[in-house]
């Protein structure tokens, strides 16, 4: 698409945002791809009405508010990534844009207060927990509490489980294949600490030690797609200097904080770490990638107590996280770990494109839009007949229990790593004959 941007006018992040809406020539091949562009049916929430209200903004044509509801409305879920036949990178304009955007865009105080606590709650796991625990006080509180906090409290789980401290490093069982180090993820750790004990334990049983960095903190990517890049940043910079040198790989087991982790080049665009950003994160990958590249050393022996079906099977829906699936890339990876399960089923859901709603903080800025999407997903497995549904990224595995518990559903919703040490220990409880 042709432009008059100004990229110097932009920062660093000029270039890459000219460079993206260049590379856009207009087809519309991902409109169907697009859930804002099925839910509203108009042109401005559709991938390509986005790219060209962006380019009139920066061009210096286009009020930034008049653009303001419509890149609100994106959840940056990237289905249009994978859609789009001339691949224009959306990831190098969406955030970019929020984070020039950041100060020209007019928030009501309301708005303002629910952005500011949910930037100073979630990526800090203590204070988290403790917001939490507020939570529970207002939704005594009930009508007294002001609308715009509502949706933080209605997503708030009844109990938050106990806290979990990781080993600094946990030793491969038998010999050692690999060593690495886990991002143990901020918002995860306080929803739930099992996803990381699960990892470990599955990590360890192949033979790969695992180093948690103590200094590590949230991988910023909270921060970065509500435009806060000084946040993303700091929080960027914390982790180049908290993760080893000396490890094999830097696994996240959240696909958003992994998605987050391979855009440090992009936060980090214009700064005198840029270069160290990019050899880092080329190092971060996903833990069903690793465990893939590697090879299962042991293979899961049974599935009975991971919630199997009357015949003894279990029927495992399988949910693709946007961050995993489209910012990733990462799809057979984990469908192929779950398929290792002796009498698991894998099932496919319907419309497994579309975003389940969680999408960082989107469920608290955009409710409505964010319930009609967890809705249908939660509809979408229901519809697959599973026992469990399996996912790799705490925002969905949140979402969709919200949404399967309003439906009354007894389906279970596990991570990836949390059904895989179930059947591991199943196999072995039944070995022992228990
Ligand atoms: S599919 Fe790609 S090139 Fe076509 S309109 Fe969408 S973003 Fe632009
Ligand atoms: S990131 Fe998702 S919601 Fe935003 S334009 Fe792309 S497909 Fe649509």
Redesign the pocket.
């Known amino acids: 698409m042709q432009h008059s941007i100004k990229a110097g006018e932009h920062g660093p992040l000029g270039v890459p945002m000219a460079h993206a809406v260049e590379t856009c020539v207009h087809c519309g091949f991902?409109l169907a791809?697009?859930?804002?562009?099925q839910e509203f049916g108009q042109e401005m929430d559709?991938?390509r009405g986005?790219i060209v209200l962006m380019k009139q903004v920066l061009e210096g044509s286009l009020a930034w508010t008049e653009a303001q509801p419509h890149m609100d409305r994106?959840?940056?879920?990237?289905?249009?990534?994978p859609a789009c036949p001339s691949g224009v990178p959306?990831r190098d304009l969406?955030s970019p844009f929020r984070a020039v955007a950041r100060e020209k865009m007019e928030r009501t105080s309301g708005e303002k207060l629910r952005r500011w606590l949910a930037e100073l709650t979630i990526p800090h796991p203590g204070r988290f927990r403790l917001a939490l625990a507020g939570a529970k006080v207002g939704r005594a509180m009930g009508g007294l509490v002001p609308e715009m906090l509502r949706p933080m409290l209605s997503l708030a789980p009844a109990k938050v489980p106990d806290a979990v401290t990781l080993p600094s490093v946990t030793a491969a069982q038998g010999e050692r294949r690999a060593r690495v180090a886990l991002l143990a993820g901020c918002a995860q750790q306080v929803l739930d600490p099992d996803i990381n004990v699960a990892t470990i334990e599955v990590l360890t049983r192949n033979g790969i030690e695992v180093v948690v960095p103590q200094a590590q903190g949230c991988c910023g990517g909270l921060s970065w797609h509500v435009g806060n890049l000084p946040a993303a940043q700091a929080f960027a910079r914390q982790n180049l200097n908290a993760f080893p040198a000396d490890v094999d790989a830097i696994l996240t087991n959240a696909a958003g904080c992994g998605s987050a982790m391979h855009e440090y080049h992009l936060i980090l665009r214009g700064t005198p770490d840029e270069a160290r950003a990019a050899a880092f994160e080329k190092r971060v990958m996903d833990v069903s990638v690793f465990l893939m590249k590697l090879g299962l050393r042991e293979k899961p022996q049974a599935v009975q107590v991971v919630g199997g079906g009357a015949g003894g099977g279990l029927k495992v829906a399988y949910l693709d996280a946007c961050h995993l699936a489209n910012a990733q890339g990462v799809r057979e990876q984990p469908r192929a770990l779950l398929r290792t399960i002796p009498g698991a089923e894998l099932c496919e859901l319907a419309n497994a494109h579309l975003?389940c709603g969680s999408a960082g903080t989107y469920n608290l800025d955009q409710p409505e839009t964010a319930s009609s999407l967890g809705a249908q997903k939660a509809q979408a497995v229901l519809a697959t007949g599973a026992d469990v549904v399996a996912s790799g990224n705490i925002g969905c595995l949140t979402q969709l229990k919200v949404h399967l518990e309003k439906l009354g559903s007894p389906v279970r919703v596990r991570h990836t790593m949390q059904v895989l040490r179930d059947a591991y220990r199943a196999g072995e409880a039944e070995k022992a004959g228990k």
């Open positions: 991902c791809a697009c859930p804002t562009y559709s991938p986005r994106c959840l940056g879920c990237l289905a249009c990534e959306y969406i975003c």
